[in-house]
């Protein structure tokens, strides 16, 4: 299986203030033969199912504001908050869909500081 | 706008057979351009992909599951469906469904409210 591990496990980051999620997986996740990378990124707020925010490690789904991006490739990739609002507060997971079987990474928990 | 949404037994006795169906509204799911599949969280814990069906019948299972699992697809109902068989306590999860953005090797973009089905005697 192919480990998604998540740093940090919580952070707390002040209103406006950017917000930097890291995931690491136990191999590469970038497919040569078309480039991309097969990992996204999910919000879950509490009583909620997980949310798309970014597929293929970078490209943002539909509707979701632009202060959330993707970053990285291969075995690291990032999700960057540029300006922390109040409704971010959530758990966000990344994924992999390169290898069977999928995996999440454990999770964050982002609060307000 | 699509819609799933799970049903089945809330409570479910060791030894025995969960069975889970999500029903899709708004969109169908014999749509030869996404795939659809059940995705798991116990209580406070993260989540766990289970498996995941084509409409046509091509199916993908986690390896830790598949001796237990079958998901199978109903288009005349627009339904997809897990069994669990020989639950055991460590099987109490929220039960969501979801869809592929596209085939299999994608992410997960449509997802149901979840299901909480509980492992006890």
């Known amino acids: 299986d192919i480990v998604m591990t998540q740093s940090p496990d919580s952070l707390a980051v002040s209103l406006g203030e950017r917000a930097t999620i890291n995931c690491k997986s136990s191999?590469?996740?970038?497919?040569?033969?078309?480039?991309?990378?097969?990992l996204a990124w999910y919000q879950q707020k509490p009583g909620q199912p997980p949310k798309l925010l970014i597929y293929?490690?970078?490209t943002r789904e539909s509707g979701v504001p632009d202060r959330f991006s993707g970053s990285g490739s291969g075995t690291d990739f990032t999700l960057t908050l540029s300006s922390l609002q109040a409704e971010d507060v959530a758990v966000y997971y990344c994924?992999?869909?390169?290898?069977?079987?999928?995996?999440f990474g454990q999770g964050t928990k982002l609060e307000i500081k | 706008q699509l819609q799933l949404r799970e049903s089945g037994p809330g409570l479910v006795k060791p030894s025995e057979t969960l069975s889970l169906t999500c029903t899709v509204s708004?969109?169908?799911?014999?749509?030869?351009?996404?795939?659809w599949g059940w995705i798991r969280q116990p209580p406070g814990k993260g989540l766990e992909w289970i498996a995941t069906?084509?409409?046509?019948?091509?199916?993908y299972y986690n390896p830790s599951l598949k001796s237990r699992v079958t998901i199978s697809v109903d288009t005349s109902m627009n339904q997809f469906s897990l069994k669990l068989d020989s639950v055991t306590a460590a099987d109490t999860a929220v039960y969501y469904c979801?869809?592929?953005?596209?085939?299999?090797?994608?992410?997960?973009?449509?997802w149901g409210q979840g299901t909480l089905v509980t492992v006890s005697s």
């Open positions: 191999q590469s996740v970038l497919y040569s033969s078309n480039n991309k990378n097969y």
């Open positions: 069906t084509s409409y046509s019948g091509n199916t």
């Open positions: 979801a869809r592929h953005r596209g085939n299999y090797y994608d992410g997960l973009d449509q």
């Open positions: 708004g969109g169908s799911i014999s749509s030869s351009s996404y795939y």
């Open positions: 293929w490690a970078s």
């Open positions: 994924q992999q869909y390169f290898g069977t079987p999928h995996t």
